[in-house]
């Protein structure tokens, strides 16, 4: 508050400085981004930011806080791509991002984010699922003398060695070994 003297009269003035903030219409205000994807496969997800026209676009796994952590960086209105991860800038702010042979490991948070004199950053949050697999081995029988195949799980007649993921099995009538691999899923 300024007090100002003229003449006969005093006159308070308020000085106050106001902020305007302007939004568009387009939705692109986005908290997170939650996505699912299965070992092996790929995902893809678009990230939007405010004002990013111009500016360079990365995808990094947190913590983000060094080069390390940048996984590709993408110049304005290009792709780049960098070992599994593609980034597509679309020239209006936003960019998309692929992510090909995903693995369990790829599991956790990542940011998309805009370099800028204050980086902007979109929390991203990746699910990847184990994938069941289950090889079915050939199995050779003997049938009166004959050889019948049939496509189907062996059970051991006399097993070399066994773990957790994979069952290898010795048939002493035929000399041969057989594989059959089975992985469980997982959350």
Same mark, same amino acid.
């Given at each position: 508050m300024t007090e100002t003297h003229i003449g006969l009269f005093y006159i308070d003035v308020d000085v106050t400085f106001v902020f305007w903030i302007l939004f568009d219409s387009r939705p692109q205000i986005v908290l997170h981004i939650s996505i699912d994807g299965s070992e092996g496969g790929k995902v893809s997800f678009r990230c939007f930011h405010k004002l990013a026209q111009n500016n360079y676009k990365y995808f990094c796994r947190d913590p983000c806080k060094s080069e390390e952590h940048i996984l590709a960086k993408v110049t304005p209105g290009l792709v780049t791509m960098s070992q599994r991860v593609t980034l597509w800038d679309h020239g209006d702010g936003?960019?998309? *991002?692929?992510?090909?042979?995903? @693995?369990?490991?790829?599991?956790?948070?990542?940011?998309? !984010?805009?370099?800028?004199?204050?980086?902007?950053?979109t929390p991203v949050y990746l699910h990847v699922t184990?994938?069941?697999?289950? *090889?079915?081995?050939?199995?050779? @029988?003997?049938?009166?003398?004959?050889?019948?195949?049939? !496509?189907?799980?062996?059970?051991?007649?006399?097993?070399v060695c066994s773990d957790q993921n994979q069952v290898s099995l010795y048939d002493s009538h035929f000399n041969f070994q057989f594989f059959s691999i089975s992985k469980g899923l997982q959350s």
């Open positions: 936003s960019f998309t *991002v692929i992510m090909s042979d995903l @693995r369990t490991s790829d599991k956790g948070k990542y940011w998309c !984010a805009v370099d800028r004199v204050v980086d902007t950053y184990e994938v069941a697999v289950v *090889v079915m081995a050939l199995c050779f @029988r003997k049938c009166r003398n004959k050889l019948r195949s049939q !496509a189907q799980v062996c059970f051991p007649l006399h097993p």
